[in-house]
């Protein structure tokens, strides 16, 4: 079965340094989301992305925020300057068909990247 | 906030045992799913029910949907220790284009 792949699965970086991570949907899959949890904590939205521009974005994605869909595969989130508190996992996740059956589309999320700032 | 509440926070029960966990939210919907969640992976979806859906089964999961009341239950029956996880329910904004997900229930099955 078609999955949802993250890497890396795990990025340490220091605090004011840029982090990308990378995901790469599931291949007809149209609508992108990626989301954080920091540890123990809820799921928490940031920004979903289609046909090649985001449709929502969160209080959260700020401008240090960016998403990317450089190729017909690959989906980026950068974090231009990361923070202490950005130290969370972050997942990706894709759902499959256009805007009249978004709402019935279930979301494939991958394993996530554990992010840690120090 | 249309964000949905799990409730318990936290479940622990026998192996075999049924597990019961509900799930309120605030504004009107589409849709309402159900995702697993095992200790630092990903979500995995387990099942919807649609807005004019009120009870539906797939295995040993069963859910059900109250409009009228804004909650929703999911029900695992026969639990086995493999069901250890955290179960989040998750909502769809009007736009569908943001889902919005709970706290989540942490549900141990002792074996």
């Known amino acids: 079965e078609p999955e949802v792949t993250q890497t890396p699965s795990h990025q340490v970086t220091q605090m004011g340094q840029e982090v990308i991570l990378r995901c790469v949907p599931i291949?007809?899959?149209?609508?992108f989301y990626w989301y954080r949890q920091i540890l123990g904590q809820k799921v928490e939205f940031l920004v979903s992305?289609?046909?090649?521009?985001?449709?929502?974005k969160s209080e959260i994605f700020d401008d240090q925020f960016s998403v990317e869909r450089p190729d017909g595969s690959n989906f980026t989130l950068k974090i231009r300057s990361t923070k202490l508190e950005d130290s969370a996992m972050y997942f990706c996740?894709?759902?499959?068909?256009?805007?009249?059956?978004?709402?019935?589309?279930?979301?494939?999320f991958g394993n996530g990247t554990r992010l840690t700032v120090t | 906030s249309q964000q949905g509440e799990e409730d318990p926070q936290a479940l622990s029960i026998q192996e075999g045992e049924n597990a019961t966990m509900n799930c309120s939210y605030k504004?009107?919907?589409?849709?309402l799913q159900w995702y697993r969640q095992n200790s630092g992976r990903g979500l995995v979806h387990l099942i919807l029910?649609?807005?004019?859906?009120r009870e539906k089964h797939s295995g040993r999961l069963r859910v059900t949907l109250d409009t009228s009341k804004k909650s929703s239950s999911l029900l695992i029956t026969a639990s086995r220790a493999a069901d250890t996880a955290s179960y989040f329910c998750?909502?769809?904004?009007?736009?569908?284009?943001?889902?919005?997900f709970g706290t989540g229930t942490s549900l141990t099955v002792i074996p």
């Open positions: 996740a894709s759902s499959k068909a256009g805007v009249e059956v978004a709402y019935n589309s279930p979301l494939h």
């Open positions: 291949s007809n899959h149209l609508y």
């Open positions: 992305f289609y046909n090649n521009e985001i449709s929502e």
């Open positions: 504004t009107s919907i589409n849709n």
């Open positions: 029910i649609r807005s004019n859906e």
């Open positions: 998750a909502t769809a904004s009007n736009t569908g284009n943001q889902f919005y």
